[in-house]
């Protein structure tokens, strides 16, 4: 079983939709979460850290429940320039990050 | 600002052949990694380092060598090339201490072995 589970999509969504990602984390002592966007043939990039408090950036919402340990991504009022992969990032003891394989989001005019 | 420099871009390597990745920050970053990536599977850790001297295995190790013997350097090596390695090749650096910090990653490495 992967350390990080994601429902790798894709997911299509028209221009304007609120969609939703989920993922699922094995190892319960990583201690931090994140949201990393990468786009096709580039590096990852942070989109956003993840609390257990919920977080919010413009139409990003991230959420981490411990207890299930499960993390959220919420994107609202979607946008052509949001089309990318989304990777669910775990991060242990030491700084070692454990990722997901990634949701394809594919958004449509 | 430079952040994580990663060359080669683009690699087409035969069976057996050796070579280095080369992946250098400006950041004054204490950790490096390396990583790579296939389809489906995720980014996965290759080896990693903490600071000058010191480097450690990840997840897999095999086939590839680091060292560490300055803050901003940190060289992958293939000893000796298999179709197994083609994959996409990222070094990252992060500042190590705080929980919540940025992982900055190189462009990548598009490597195959034939």
């Known amino acids: 079983r992967k350390e990080v589970e994601q429902d790798p999509g894709p997911f299509n969504v028209p221009e304007g939709a609120t969609v939703a990602f989920n993922c699922t984390y094995s190892?319960?002592?990583?201690?931090?979460f994140f949201w990393y966007r990468q786009d096709c043939r580039k590096e990852p990039k942070l989109l956003m850290s993840?609390?257990?408090s919920g977080n919010e950036d413009g139409r990003f919402t991230a959420q981490l429940n411990r207890a299930s340990q499960y993390i959220s991504l919420l994107i609202r009022d979607s946008k052509l320039s949001d089309s990318a992969t989304y990777l669910c990032v775990g991060r242990e003891y030491g700084n070692k990050l454990v990722f997901g394989a990634g949701t394809i989001l594919r958004v449509k005019s | 600002n430079a952040g994580v420099t990663q060359t080669p871009k683009f690699q087409v390597l035969k069976t057996g052949q050796s070579m280095t990745l080369q992946c250098a920050q400006d950041m004054n970053h204490e950790y490096m990694s390396w990583y790579r990536q296939d389809p489906g599977m995720g980014l996965r850790l290759i080896h990693y380092s903490v600071g000058a001297g010191i480097t450690d295995q990840g997840e897999v190790p095999n086939g590839y060598n680091v060292s560490r013997s300055t803050t901003e350097d940190f060289p992958l090596r293939l000893l000796s090339a298999a179709p197994s390695q083609t994959s996409v090749y990222f070094c990252?650096?992060?500042?190590?201490?705080?929980?919540?910090?940025?992982?900055?990653f190189g462009q990548g490495t598009r490597l195959t072995v034939v």
């Open positions: 990252a650096s992060t500042r190590q201490g705080a929980m919540n910090t940025e992982a900055f």
């Open positions: 993840v609390y257990s």
């Open positions: 190892n319960s002592a990583s201690q931090s």
